[in-house]
């Protein structure tokens, strides 16, 4: 692909790498990395792809059915692939012909996939979500296992999971939803004793010891957890664009739209080929800064569509062709999160199609 606009994002395979393993590490238990959302807006298909040819990894986590079979596409036969999520009924026959595991969480989904399973006489393995107090999807805390296996005699539960609402924020809640949840398991233990468990997310396995049998790391793998400890993390994309278009504005000149920034100087103005629609957030209008050749400059007037203006009245004349960094080692995704009141999850997922990803130490 051509780049001619200017813009692309590195999406650094290694460091990924070095990530998961970290993960793994602090896991102490097999992990299902999460790579939902395309993963993080790096690229499913190549990172599960890097991870299958480099560890012992074999199981990946999504939110959709779609992201499922876009996956099992592109990755063929190697690994296991997790729904997390909601699967309409008229994708059944798509998540047995992909082979994808769903995570059931309530009697309705139960009842439509048993039903479609009975037509066709074959039994499914699936997983068990449990709500320990994120109170968002889940069956009960009251949940039989007993009952489930009389009710839908087609589904072979393999996986029971849950999700902690507040690994980093609230010790004493998370030991709440540990314990409701170990309480499930011990029953279901009782009449499954090889049922798989599955709780920590990304911030629990940097704040608790892990005692169950995966674990499902997200934001850590993309090199952005909250934590108190010091994890050798390292953000896995950056984003790079190039200056096309200088001007000189003297004192007391407007720059943009609805005039928000005016200048207190005579300033140089850069202009770079990004903006909003390629996930450049608009409230980084005046707020924001780039990365040039060891020169912060800041985004002056607001962020338009599909381009941002900067100010490099400051910056030698010899460091225009330079690459602009967006975002990376020096623009990390938590701090423009901070500045936009925001998450690094949402800075890295609204990262558009629009900007074509490149990828370092790739495969092959």
């Not at 140089?268 to 080929?273: C, D, F, S, W």
Request: proline share 3%.
């Amino acid at each position: 692909m051509k780049n001619i606009r200017g813009t692309y994002a590195l999406i650094d395979l290694e460091r990924y790498l070095n990530n998961v393993k970290i993960s793994q590490r602090l896991s102490n238990s097999f992990i299902t990395p999460v790579i939902k959302a395309d993963g993080y807006g790096h690229g499913a298909i190549e990172l599960a792809k890097y991870i299958l040819n480099n560890t012992n990894i074999d199981t990946f986590c999504v939110a959709t059915v779609e992201e499922g079979i876009k996956l099992r596409d592109g990755i063929g036969n190697k690994a296991n692939i997790i729904i997390l999520g909601y699967t309409h009924e008229s994708y059944f026959n798509e998540v047995l012909d992909k082979d994808l595991l769903l995570n059931i969480y309530d009697d309705v989904i139960a009842n439509k996939f048993n039903n479609y399973l009975k037509k066709i006489n074959i039994k499914r393995k699936i997983s068990i979500k449990i709500d320990t107090g994120m109170n968002r999807i889940g069956y009960p805390l009251d949940f039989s296992i007993q009952e489930f296996l009389s009710n839908y005699t087609n589904l072979e539960p393999s996986v029971i999971m849950s999700h902690l609402s507040s690994p980093d924020s609230d010790k004493e809640y998370t030991q709440f939803q540990i314990d409701n949840f170990l309480k499930v398991v011990v029953r279901t233990r009782s009449i499954i004793p090889d049922i798989k468990t599955s709780l920590f997310n990304s911030p629990a396995l940097t704040h608790l010891e892990n005692r169950f049998d995966y674990s499902r790391p997200g934001i850590i793998t993309y090199g952005y957890v909250k934590s108190d400890n010091f994890l050798e993390l390292k953000p896995v994309m950056s984003i790079f664009s190039k200056i096309i278009h200088t001007k000189i504005l003297d004192k007391n000149e407007s720059v943009g739209y609805n005039r928000t920034h005016k200048t207190n100087r005579k300033t140089k103005v850069g202009v770079l080929p990004i903006g909003y629609a390629d996930g450049y957030n608009r409230l980084l209008s005046n707020r924001g800064s780039v990365f040039i050749g060891g020169f912060k400059c800041n985004v002056i007037g607001r962020i338009c569509m599909d381009m941002t203006m900067i100010d490099i009245t400051d910056l030698p004349e010899s460091f225009l062709d330079r690459e602009v960094e967006i975002l990376g080692d020096h623009i990390r995704a938590d701090e423009l999160a901070s500045l936009c009141s925001t998450i690094p999850y949402e800075i890295l997922t609204r990262i558009s199609s629009r900007i074509p990803r490149v990828y370092k130490g790739k495969d092959g």
